[in-house]
Nanobody, 127 residues
Framework: QLQLVESGGGLVQPGGSLRLSCKAS???????????IGWFRQVPGRERESVSC????????TYADSVKGRLTTSTDGALKTAYLQMNSLKPEDTGVYYC?????????????????WGPGTRVTISS
């Protein structure tokens, strides 16, 4: 089993920054080396949107067009933690952000490809 916990969400003004973290724990963390971490966001009334993805070895990193140049994803393999650095935030970035884990070494923007999900962290961009 694997557990994911996001943190770092909050309320910031437009143009501000946040750094989200996704901490993984559980047996699988220590037995599976090839995996992908995806970041998704959910806004009420809209479909869940893929924001970014990174593979465990950093061989593949993807971003949604709407966040390219503003968001950066990374991982710290030793701490089994993924990060999403969010800069130049806009009101449309508001939502609940989830990290998800997939036992595969390729990125996917489809939520159905991910095996485990965190509970989410809320991000609100407002003046």
């Amino acid at each position: 089993q694997l557990q994911l916990v996001e943190s770092g969400g909050g309320l910031v003004q437009p143009g501000g920054s946040l750094r989200l973290s996704c901490k993984a724990s559980g047996f699988i963390v220590y037995t599976v080396d090839n995996y992908a971490i995806g970041w998704f966001r959910q806004v009420p009334g809209r479909e869940r949107e893929s924001v970014s993805c990174i593979t465990s070895r950093g061989s593949s990193i993807t971003y949604a067009d709407s966040v390219k140049g503003r968001l950066t994803t990374s991982t710290d393999g030793a701490l089994k933690t993924a990060y999403l650095q969010m800069n130049s935030l806009k009101p449309e970035d508001t939502g609940v952000y989830y990290c998800a884990w997939a036992r595969q070494l390729i990125c996917s923007d489809s939520g159905s490809d991910y095996n485990y999900w965190g509970p989410g962290t809320r991000v609100t961009i407002s003046s």
